[in-house]
């Protein structure tokens, strides 16, 4: 059945032969040595494959359940959390004077890959507390960090996100949740949130909620939200659990996919809540959050697509049907694995590559924030702002787009649900949606990121692709291989910013209209980035002897199969640009 | 909640504007004027919105059950089934000496589209009794025709295809189920079926199972392989219902989705059963089926994309969030629909412009197949039998995308099972899988039908696109907007024909490699065919005075979106396609 392990030569391989971790000018990144992280990372993919991914199908098959405003979660849910918490898993790259490891949040993302393969609804119970965590360290006051961080850090009160209502979802200037202030200082919150991840269950003593709503008086629209802290328990002056607050499930959703997970609708009920920051300025302590969790679902993207592949693999190794038509290349038994036929090849190398790419641009971005934090470096700030959108957009639809790839490897066997796959492509599905739809995402890169401060940080992009072409070129095959067609591609990338800058000052329909292209285009250019700079490390590392030669050697075969194969996708994506709104809005609404 | 109205409009379009089916010179088709086929069409519309579209979340939510190797279908399918004979929907095109109607297949397949939209698991119970009824009527002797095709015409008998078992599927030399010939001349069938769609259910006193199984001391592997008539009751000589055969079913499978199908392992134990055809030349009587089922898969990969797409309109028409960035759609509302932003149009238009073209040559392949049978046309045999792998495996994965696309127009609450878009999506995805997983129709586009009859049917298909552009090309509107993209698009496809030719000689990896790239390119191609002769059609239709210019009009927009927008995408393909087997087979299996 379903199997999985963690990617470690990978994961390392991303960390040190292609980020440098350890070499980085970023606070606390010397300590981050080959031995370490593998020590970490081995614990993590072990606490994956032995706890977490046996209880994936649990959490899908039982679902959640709501009887009486408790949420159950599925069987063995509560044991696995506790390991979580036992392991420091939830605490790692949290602030030590809140009881954190204090340890990079890269580190945090790796060894929080693993988990999402193994069971991402699951994980998303962690997960959602550390987004909620970074709003209240970034935005709350001292009282507010003293009272919840520390019990946030180890998981035992968890972490919810509050932004949707019924009626709006990206639309968040429409929002009716009405905070109404008292004498005390504290609100009372009144209204409806849907669409609420892990917003009751039954593994933590507290649920901090995180809630988005409008204190009466003030503008109009989106400038007029405030963030408060809703907890489930009121919270004594002792740090005791206080009084049941105003806040109730008011019903579990069923899903395509993530029922290990509980979305929630939540009723709020003159519940007593607390400013996070200034009042209407809510939006901006959400966005800290949404930036954290929209890297994390970008992650999710490609992780589901990971665990995916690994058993598509073994399945394609495994199953014999027909006979390679060159020459059978297992002449003894009944018929050939179907790994040997050309388009399964052509599969798995599309997912491989990939995948691969996928792991090294999250790190990447990682690695950017850590800078941005620990250094104040504003370069490395606008950057990952550029990558967030690409990550959470791309990097999700392509996940999907590969568990259903690998779901196709199984043939009727991955329709079924005894396998495992439906799973992966019903969960993976999700990361579509959720912390901004992906056409928001594409809206956030051309509508905002690309002009944000000037456009500095588009060109600064684009100089480092054309930086690192240029002090490569002299390498022939990697010129052949990895440079030329980055080069192609990040060319036509330009190419479509131009047409926007030019197109969209006559109509901004002409680059709306491109942006969904735009980035599925830059997502191509950065991935293919990604692999001209792992294939110059791997020649590096074969050139200095590294003893791997075949993982190697596989990672420049599989680095060249993208390029040839999926950077062609470009010019496609240029073309669709290039028509501009005319097409896409030639029909009256009422013609559809 | 999910809404379905039958796009007899655009159905009666494709019927009469572009395949002027009362004009063609097949037997049976000059009565099938505008008025008649409205008629039929309205009424097969009526019955999907009204009978089977209720049940369609019923089906998904209930699903089968088995219990004491009895399986029930889901409340309310027993009904709807008695009103589906009720009406003849089940004989249109069958031979009216067995009780059909005899009207054309193309008939029944427009008839199908709406069955197929409304409630696509429902809708397999009669689907396979009617390819169940092919391989009998083409294949089996007249006693076996007078003996079961009255009443499978009827579906009071339903049928089922038995192909697959747990250790081969694609692979069919590898069957082990046996047929032990008798001395009556029946034979005694053992082993086990899986994914057996209707294999066991409440809607007909008796199923018909036909069976694939080898006759011992035959030939080895696929050579070897019978036909067989295995009925779950015997019948008597005079018609009425004998003893219970030795077939019944172990399991049903839990699925992904179609729900509402009993998808189930069958157990032969000593069954008798009867020969179909000639021993050993069981698969020549099984592709009988199988061809009329791929296309029928094609057809249920874009009637579930066109209900998700009504779904979706309704939703981005209705859904009021953010405002038009140019100026507000809806002033005086808080926020305008959804469907003025540039992105969501892009997406309602890719999901139109596909399914419109789907259509049209899903019918016009079911009009060559008319041709075939009723005028012994060969290359009109030729020709639908090279499309009908490209109609199954581009039309459903394209499908499925688009019913993913459409999902994601309702954001979170696509996700969520109520709104019913999770659904389609999940449904849709069979449509890949079975008949044959697209990767078999690849292989079986690249591999067996560019080269049928020395490559005759590719080449004629070239021609009649070669031809079709060079008669119109006068008209300039329609050679900018349609026929150059349709030229460009044409060229791609042959160049990848003659790389095919010139290194697949060499290496026939080299073929296969593209195989699937080759099958989307020659969809692109097709659906730019269709778009093209519907642009002409329409103004045609607008330059005749037509009323219903809106119509028209829209039609042409779409089209130029498709051309614009969409056949770029094959010069995408071709550069994938020319890299050839090397990056594909680069890796040994064990380093992926």
């Excluded at 063995?76 to 954190?100: H, R």
């Excluded at 665990?307 to 390679?324: E, F, K, M, P, S």
């Excluded at 799973?423 to 002009?451: F, P, S, T």
């Excluded at 191509?524 to 050697?553: I, P, R």
Aim: charged share 20%.
């Amino acid at each position: 059945m379903p199997s999985y392990t963690a990617p470690l030569k990978d994961m390392q391989f991303v960390l040190h032969d292609l980020l440098d971790v350890s070499g980085q000018d970023i606070p606390g990144f010397s300590e981050l040595d080959r031995d370490f992280t593998a020590a970490v990372l081995e614990e993590s993919g072990k606490l994956a494959t032995e706890v977490l991914l046996p209880l994936n199908t649990v959490g899908d098959t039982e679902g959640c359940t709501l009887e009486n405003g408790v949420v159950r979660t599925p069987t063995g849910f509560d044991d696995a959390f506790e390991q979580m918490k036992a392991g420091g898993w939830t605490a790692m790259d949290c602030d030590p004077d809140y009881g954190g490891q204090g340890l990079p949040y890269i580190m945090h993302m790796a060894a929080q890959e693993p988990f999402v393969s193994s069971n991402m609804a699951f994980n998303m119970y962690q997960g959602l507390t550390h987004a909620a965590y970074a709003a209240i360290y970034f935005h709350g006051s001292d009282v507010q960090k003293a009272t919840y961080l520390p019990k946030m850090t180890t998981c035992e009160w968890t972490g919810t996100m509050n932004l949707t209502e019924p009626h709006c979802g990206t639309d968040l200037g429409l929002m009716r949740t009405k905070a109404v202030p008292q004498e005390d200082g504290s609100y009372r919150i009144s209204g409806q949130k849907i669409f609420i991840s892990a917003g009751e269950h039954d593994l933590a003593e507290n649920i901090i909620h995180l809630v988005l709503a409008k204190i009466p008086g003030g503008p109009e629209g989106i400038k007029g939200v405030s963030l408060f802290i809703v907890p489930k328990f009121l919270v004594n002056e002792d740090g005791s659990l206080g009084p049941r607050n105003g806040v109730s499930c008011g019903k579990i959703e069923e899903k395509m996919g993530i029922h290990g997970n509980s979305t929630c609708v939540m009723n709020y009920d003159e519940a007593t809540g607390y400013l996070v920051g200034e009042a209407h300025k809510g939006m901006r302590a959400m966005f800290t959050m949404m930036n954290e969790a929209r890297l994390g679902v970008g992650l999710q993207g490609y992780a589901q697509a990971e665990i995916a592949y690994q058993n598509a693999v073994a399945y394609a190794t495994d199953r014999l049907q027909g006979r390679d038509v060159v020459a059978p290349q297992n002449p003894d038994g009944p018929a050939d694995p179907i790994i040997v036929h050309p388009d399964v090849r052509r599969n798995l190398m599309d997912q491989k590559s990939f995948l691969e790419a996928a792991r090294a641009l999250t790190y990447w971005c990682a690695v950017l924030i850590d800078r941005a934090h620990k250094t104040e470096d504003k370069d490395a700030d606008g950057l990952a702002s550029l990558l967030t959108p690409v990550i959470k957009g791309f990097l999700s639809d392509k996940g999907f787009d590969y568990a259903v790839a690998a779901q196709q490897v199984y043939g009727g066997h991955g329709y079924i649900e005894e396998w495992g796959m439906s799973q992966y492509a019903r969960d993976a599905r999700i990361a579509m949606i959720y912390e901004g739809a992906n056409g928001i995402q594409a809206l956030d890169l051309v509508g905002r990121k690309l002009g944000q401060d000037g456009g500095k940080h588009i060109m600064g992009f684009f100089e480092m692709v054309k930086s690192f072409i240029k002090e490569n070129e002299d390498d022939a095959d990697l010129k052949t291989g990895f440079l030329d067609p980055l080069k192609a591609a990040s060319k036509d990338l330009q190419a479509a910013g131009m047409y926007f800058m030019a197109e969209g000052m006559k109509n901004p329909h002409n680059a709306l209209a491109g942006s969904y292209d735009f980035m599925h285009m830059m997502g191509h250019v950065c991935l293919g980035l990604m692999w001209a700079k792992m294939a110059k490390a791997a020649k590096s590392a074969l050139a200095g002897g590294a003893s791997d030669t075949e993982f190697y050697e596989t990672k420049l075969a599989t680095g060249r199969y993208y390029m040839a194969r999926q950077l062609p996708a470009t010019a496609m994506h240029l073309a669709r640009i290039q028509t501009g709104a005319a097409p896409v809005m030639a029909l009256e609404a009422a013609n559809f």
